[in-house]
């Protein structure tokens, strides 16, 4: 059986411990992989698990730390990688069959970042086809099982990462996020997750996706953990004509610090429009504890989010660019979901996309105006609480919701305005339904201020009804 008090512990408390050689690297990755190999049968959160290699890896790692060569709070820490992200000389599906034996010769730039900090990769993680859709519903690799209820998704397209940090598989994980991929199975399984400013993180190595707001954002169980991975990734990349050269912060500089300066915005509009009773709740109860930390709380207006359905007008464009290559080599591979919502893209007209990128500059603006009166904003990170895995649609208030494909996207519409306008946003948990699944709080910022965020979500965590709180995998842990 693998160590699981080891497992439990946050990457803020076993760093040190490594650092101080208490625990050696190698000592974690055999207890992560033996984890790893305990839950797959539950979880099906990996497509790959890399024993050899990540053993490989800690050996080196330990060798490293034996030599005085201390690389930072990410040495010797077993982490997660989508699969859709590049590695070289491994697998990388972006769980397809289309791509069922691509295999890179290069990593990911994050992945080389996370290398270089001295992570150690322990597997590709099941997603999504194409990473389209807020399931993780495979139907090539299987179904990833949330495990605060195997019954339920936990969310997508990072499905696999959520699963396994919630489950004390892996200490981080890598995600990626165009419409709420990354907050959404945060969300779902009661992690962190942060989609951060578009431009701080490079996209290179990232497989078949919309260059139009796709992001790489870290998955973790705390948040100070998650300033810990993004400090890792985040950097210009020269190679990467998306990415911004601005300094890079120290993420974790303002954990801790007093909130009692602050204002937070809640919408009136959109946001709230549409949600389960329960979440909202949970993210109201969540927004008066704000309150009790001294934030200034506002309401505050964003008019021009009705049109907000527009948007994907240019996400369906996008797709049909990127998957034209596959579709033409392919097709009879893909899954009927990811086709039919894939093919839709090629009958948008020219016009239609010029509107759509006119209204997300509208957006832009107003959330822009806001963003000057208040310091950041408070939403549902989600209407819904993760749902059976066997659903087709999503009841909410009466009406019934696809759950997948075409239409889906009900699911994902407070996530998804964040992908259009580039602005920081992170989920952190705030709450369980009466069936204990997790209900997530996204919080949103300026441009470049993820370290205001990571102190904001920070403050509430330490205060939240469900800190400390893990999944009931009963026998399994």
């Given amino acids: 059986m693998p160590d699981t008090d080891l497992m439990r512990l946050s990457i803020s408390e076993l760093a040190p411990k490594i650092k101080a050689r208490e625990v050696s690297p190698l000592e974690v990755t055999e207890a992560a992989l033996e984890q790893a190999d305990l839950l797959q049968p539950k979880l099906n959160s990996f497509i790959t698990i890399l024993h050899e290699q990540a053993l490989r890896q800690a050996r080196e790692m330990e060798e490293a730390l034996m030599r005085g060569e201390y690389r930072g709070p990410l040495h010797g820490i077993p982490i997660g990688i989508k699969d859709n992200l590049n590695t070289a000389g491994i697998r990388t599906t972006v769980g397809t069959k289309v791509l069922a034996d691509n295999i890179p010769d290069e990593d990911a730039y994050v992945v080389t970042r996370c290398k270089e900090a001295g992570a150690i990769i322990l597997g590709k993680e099941n997603m999504e086809e194409f990473a389209a859709g807020?399931?993780?519903n495979n139907i090539h690799y299987g179904a990833v099982h949330n495990p605060w209820d195997l019954d339920h998704i936990p969310g997508g397209s990072s499905g696999g990462g959520g699963a396994n940090v919630a489950a004390c598989v892996t200490f981080a994980s890598l995600g990626t996020d165009l419409g709420g991929s990354v907050r959404g199975p945060a969300h779902c399984c009661g992690v962190v997750g942060i989609k951060q400013t578009f431009g701080r993180v490079s996209q290179r190595g990232l497989m078949v996706t919309s260059f139009?707001?796709?992001h790489i954002g870290p998955l973790t169980r705390s948040v100070a953990d998650n300033a810990i991975v993004l400090q890792a990734i985040a950097g210009?990349?020269?190679?990467?004509?998306?990415t911004v050269p601005v300094p890079v912060p120290d993420f974790s500089a303002s954990l801790g610090k007093d909130l009692s300066a602050l204002k937070v915005g809640i919408p009136v509009d959109y946001y709230f429009d549409l949600i389960d009773p329960e979440v909202e709740l949970a993210v109201r109860q969540a927004i008066a504890a704000l309150g009790e930390l001294g934030v200034e709380v506002r309401e505050i207006s964003l008019p021009s989010m009705k049109y907000a359905g527009a948007l994907r007008i240019a996400g369906m464009a996008d797709s049909i660019v990127t998957h034209e290559p596959y579709l033409k080599s392919n097709r009879q591979d893909y899954g009927p979901t990811v086709l039919y919502r894939t093919l839709a893209g090629q009958f948008?007209?020219?016009k239609d996309y010029a509107k759509a990128l006119k209204v997300q500059r509208i957006i832009k603006e107003e959330y822009a105006r806001v963003l000057q009166e208040v310091d950041f904003l408070a939403t549902p990170t989600s209407p819904?609480?993760?749902?059976?895995?066997?659903?087709?649609?999503?009841?909410?208030?009466?009406v019934e919701y696809p759950a997948r494909g075409p239409g889906s996207g009900m699911t994902s519409r407070c996530?998804?305005?964040s992908n259009a306008t580039g602005l920081p946003a992170i989920s952190v948990p705030c709450g369980l339904t009466q069936k204990g699944l997790p209900i997530g709080l996204q919080l949103i910022g300026r441009p470049f201020e993820e370290e205001l965020l990571y102190q904001v979500a920070r403050a509430y965590e330490a205060v939240s009804p469900v800190r400390g709180k893990r999944p009931p995998l009963g026998d399994a842990l």
């Fill in 134 to 136: 807020s399931t993780s």
């Fill in 212 to 214: 139009n707001g796709d």
């Fill in 236 to 242: 210009y990349d020269p190679l990467d004509p998306s």
């Fill in 415 to 417: 996530t998804s305005p």
């Fill in 348 to 350: 948008v007209l020219g």
């Fill in 384 to 398: 819904v609480p993760a749902w059976r895995i066997d659903s087709e649609t999503v009841t909410l208030e009466g």
